[in-house]
């Protein structure tokens, strides 16, 4: 998930640029519908994922990370090594 919201702001920038140096109408578009796809897929990514024991969807309470655990049933994801 971090790597693709890096990614759309990469795009975000990219476009931007290319708007800057008026790049053609075409280079343009493509560009946007590509960060538009990118974007919808990492939205269905957050948002599909759920939890192996309630399946409570883990992309309701957590932001770009896997959190510590699930807010409703309260099974640990990660393993504490301490």
Request: glycine share 8%; with cysteine.
């Amino acid at each position: 998930m971090v790597i693709t919201f890096i990614g759309c702001c990469a795009m975000f920038f990219l476009i931007y640029a290319s708007l800057l140096f008026d790049a053609d109408r075409i280079t343009v578009n493509i560009l946007v519908a590509f960060l538009m796809v990118w974007g919808g897929l990492g939205v269905f990514m957050q948002f599909s994922e759920k939890c192996p024991h309630c399946n409570y969807r883990i992309g309701l309470s957590s932001s770009l990370f896997l959190p510590k655990r699930c807010k409703k049933c309260g099974v640990f994801y990660q393993k504490n090594d301490v």
